[in-house]
């Protein structure tokens, strides 16, 4: 088991590229393991869930659950001075950042395939080894105020914040009822964190329908970072909500201030805020839960296009979707689509329609060991054009070599009817057909190897 687990490090070296999102700086200030809120991080078991939707802290009072010693930014005198003296705070004793890396390979059974082909017919390869680094803070300001970030600097992309806010909690009525979170941020549109899947970077497939046709600026995409504000919160344990405002993509003056919505309701299971628990155990293993959610969001992004550059094009787009989760104990299904209407793609494009359905199923063998894969279906529709599609598969196991330290192995089967006019790149697919009526059948892409770790 030694010798296969060193071979199994040595390939994973060679992993894809993904975001990282767990953060050791709260395994810091909690004194606790990684895997108290994380099964293989990213992916959240029901604690954890409850800890990111109560603003990254501990049912009850938070600072109850801190076992290393806050370091006191005033007196309780202050309080009572207030507003003639500052309300008082706390720092960590410890740094509250973390820091970790990922990289990628790509392996190609078929170097004739779509994805080999973009390769270059090579059939490895090393290029992305070592992709990204990321450098977090997280923590509190007090029992109310958190915050978290994540600075990103990657191989090809230089250095980004994917995230950076400010979780102003509990503001009115009962606990959890209202908070407003602000700063840069996916958007909540599901009960569960986006970064939830144990396969691929995102729960919710990203489809940057623009792009598919061409635009040669940032295309938009709904469940991206961006800043804005957020109102959410949990009410009677089950039932969570959120309203927001976005700023979206490629800002001119006229900036767009997108508005999205989303609620989700939660039968059975550990509740949504860890708050009157009925002495239901809120642990993966007791979990058998339906949870059921619906999202609606609306942008006007203005972007270069290659037909009117520099002009920008505006195009104003309406999504709506849903998810439903299955839980059984270690085993859980994920199920989600939604619609897009776009009024412009490109400045001359007619309307166009976009369907993305996906479904993941997996299953946790043992605490450090997950199986299973997930299925894609993409459909784009331009008004009185080429219907075009796009399958893809995408079976896979992940492992904890340690809490810390993370494997994934997975393979992309995929085939296509069609493509648009930028070809399927874009939205991060391999195949490649001729043109918008030729297909492709199932074809072998790549196989992938992933590590990566936090620290």
């Known amino acids: 088991m030694r010798r296969l687990a060193s071979i199994v490090v040595l390939l994973a070296i060679t992993g894809v590229a993904v975001r990282a999102h767990a953060v050791p700086a709260f395994a ?43 370091i006191e930014l005033g007196t ?20 509250a950042f973390a820091w970790g890396f990922n990289g990628q390979a790509v392996f190609h059974p078929d170097k004739h395939s779509g994805g080999g082909a973009a390769d270059n017919g090579a059939v490895a390869n090393f290029d992305t080894l070592i992709e990204e680094g990321h450098l977090w803070a997280a923590g509190s300001f007090d029992d109310s105020i958190t915050y978290y970030s994540e600075l990103t600097a990657s191989r090809t992309g230089g250095v980004d914040f994917e995230t950076a806010a400010v979780f102003f909690n509990d503001l009115a009525g009962p606990a959890h009822a209202v908070n407003l979170w602000v700063g840069r941020r996916v958007g909540t549109f599901t009960s569960f964190q986006n970064h939830g899947s144990y396969f691929a970077d995102a729960m919710l497939t990203q489809v940057p329908v623009t ?77 058998q839960s339906i949870t059921l959610d619906a999202f609606a969001y609306r942008s006007i992004s203005r972007f270069n296009d290659s037909s009117m550059t520099p002009v920008l094009t505006k195009n104003t787009s309406l999504t709506l979707g849903g998810a439903i989760r299955a839980q059984h104990a270690e085993l859980e299904l994920d199920v989600g689509a939604f619609y897009q209407t776009d009024d412009h ?13 996906w479904n993941e199923l997996s299953y946790l063998v043992y605490p450090w060991l997950a199986v299973g894969g997930r299925v894609e279906y993409l459909r784009v529709a331009r008004d009185g054009g080429t219907v075009v599609s796009d399958l893809r598969i995408v079976p896979g196991a992940a492992a904890l070599i ?16 069609g493509m648009p006019d930028a070809g399927w790149a874009a939205a991060g697919l391999a195949a490649a057909p001729a043109d918008a009526a030729s297909k492709v059948g199932i074809e072998i892409e790549q196989v992938q190897v992933l590590m990566w770790t936090a620290f």
């Open 28 to 70: 810091r200030k909690y004194k606790t393991s990684c895997v108290t809120c994380h099964t293989i991080f990213p992916k959240l078991t029901p604690f954890g869930e409850q800890f990111r939707r109560n603003g990254y802290r501990f049912p009850g009072v938070d600072s109850d659950s801190v076992k290393a010693e806050p």
């Open 76 to 95: 309780d005198e202050q309080k009572k001075q207030f507003s003639d003296a500052v309300w008082p705070g706390t720092l960590s004793p410890f740094p």
């Open 211 to 287: 792009g598919l046709y061409g635009a040669t600026s940032d295309p938009f995409l709904f469940n991206d970072n961006h800043n804005g504000l957020e109102v959410n919160g949990i009410v009677a344990s089950f039932f969570n909500y959120s309203v927001g405002v976005a700023a979206g993509t490629n800002l001119d003056t006229r900036n767009s201030a997108n508005v999205y919505a989303h609620a989700g309701y939660k039968i059975g299971g550990a509740t949504l805020d860890g708050e009157e628990t009925g002495g239901v155990p809120q642990d993966l293993e007791h979990e």
């Open 345 to 357: 793609v490109t400045s001359t494009a007619p309307s166009t329609t976009t369907l993305s359905q």
């Open 402 to 417: 340690r809490p810390n330290l993370k494997l994934v192995l997975t393979g992309t089967l995929e085939q296509a009817s």
